[in-house]
C-alpha cells in the first residue's frame, strides 16, 4: 500500500496563477483532511470531507477551495495564489467515526508551495 | 488564545537524558489526545494516543494526560539521536472527527 500520496511535491507558483494539489490515499478512509503548516502555527486545518461528495471548511478556509469527487481522492485548489499561501501542505486521512483508531490521521509526505 | 498551546523550543539534550514535552489546552469537551512526531522534511505520523486522564507507556515514551488541569506531557526516557524531531500534540473530539494540533516541539538529541 502507497499509504496517502501528495502530488505535485515542490511547486513554485506566481501572484494570482491558480493550481491544484491532488491528494490519493489507498486504505479506504472515509474523512481526508487538508493541513498548511507554517513556522511556530504547527498544523492548520484549510477543509476537510467526512465522506464522498461532502466538504467542510476548516479553521483557514479562505482562498482555498476543495472537492472530493471519489473517495480516495481529495483536491486543493488556489485560485488565486497569494504570498500568504506560501507554506508546507499536509493531506491526511483516517477511518469514519465509530470505528477502531478513527481518531488516527496518516499524513502524506506534504507539498512545499512558493508563491512569488 | 490559541486552544491548544505549546512551547515550540527548539530544546537541546544531551543523548540518554530524559525529555519532558508539555501543551495545555483549553476546551473541557476535548477528549482524546495524541502526541505526532514528525521527522524533517516528512509527514507527521501518530507516537501515542490516550483518551483518558493517566499515564500510557510504550516503551522509552509515557503520554500524561491531566485533564482537571488541561494538560498533556510526553515524557521520552534514555533520549536517543533518532529522537531528535517536531513533537506535536493534539486533540479533539469524536464528534467532530476533527484535530487540533499544538505549534510543535522542535528536539535535537545530540550524541
Known amino acids: 500500500n502507497a499509504g496517502v500520496t501528495q502530488t505535485p511535491k515542490f511547486r513554485v507558483l506566481k501572484t494570482g496563477q491558480s493550481m491544484t494539489l491532488l491528494c490519493a490515499q489507498d486504505?479506504?478512509?472515509?474523512?481526508m483532511y487538508w493541513y498548511r503548516q507554517d513556522p511556530g502555527m504547527g498544523l492548520r486545518l484549510i477543509h476537510y470531507?467526512?465522506?464522498?461528495?461532502?466538504?467542510a471548511k476548516g479553521e483557514v478556509p479562505d482562498g482555498y477551495n476543495v472537492s472530493r469527487l471519489k473517495k480516495q481522492n481529495f483536491l486543493l485548489g488556489l485560485e488565486s495564489a497569494a504570498p500568504s499561501q506560501t507554506s508546507v501542505y499536509f493531506c491526511?486521512?483516517?477511518?469514519?467515526?465509530?470505528?477502531?483508531?478513527?481518531?488516527?490521521?496518516?499524513f502524506g509526505p506534504g507539498t512545499r508551495l512558493t508563491v512569488t | 488564545q490559541k486552544e491548544v498551546e505549546q512551547d515550540p523550543g527548539p530544546l537541546s539534550v544531551p543523548e540518554g537524558a530524559i525529555v519532558s514535552l508539555n501543551c495545555t489546552y483549553s476546551?473541557?469537551?476535548?477528549?482524546?489526545f495524541m502526541w505526532y512526531r514528525q521527522y524533517s522534511r516528512k509527514g507527521p505520523e501518530l507516537l501515542m494516543y490516550?483518551?483518558?486522564?493517566g499515564n500510557k507507556e510504550d516503551g522509552r515514551f509515557t503520554a500524561q494526560v491531566d485533564k482537571s488541569s488541561k494538560y498533556i506531557s510526553l515524557f521520552i526516557r534514555d533520549s536517543q539521536p533518532s529522537d531528535s524531531a517536531t513533537y506535536l500534540c493534539?486533540?479533539?473530539?469524536?464528534?467532530?472527527?476533527?484535530?487540533?494540533f499544538g505549534q510543535g516541539t522542535t528536539l535535537q538529541v545530540k550524541p
Open positions: 491526511a486521512s483516517s477511518y469514519r467515526r465509530g470505528t477502531s483508531r478513527h481518531y488516527e490521521q496518516y
Open positions: 486504505m479506504n478512509h472515509e474523512y
Open positions: 470531507s467526512v465522506g464522498e461528495g461532502t466538504t
Open positions: 476546551n473541557s469537551a476535548f477528549q482524546y
Open positions: 490516550t483518551y483518558s486522564s
Open positions: 493534539a486533540t479533539g473530539t469524536p464528534s467532530t472527527g476533527k484535530l487540533i
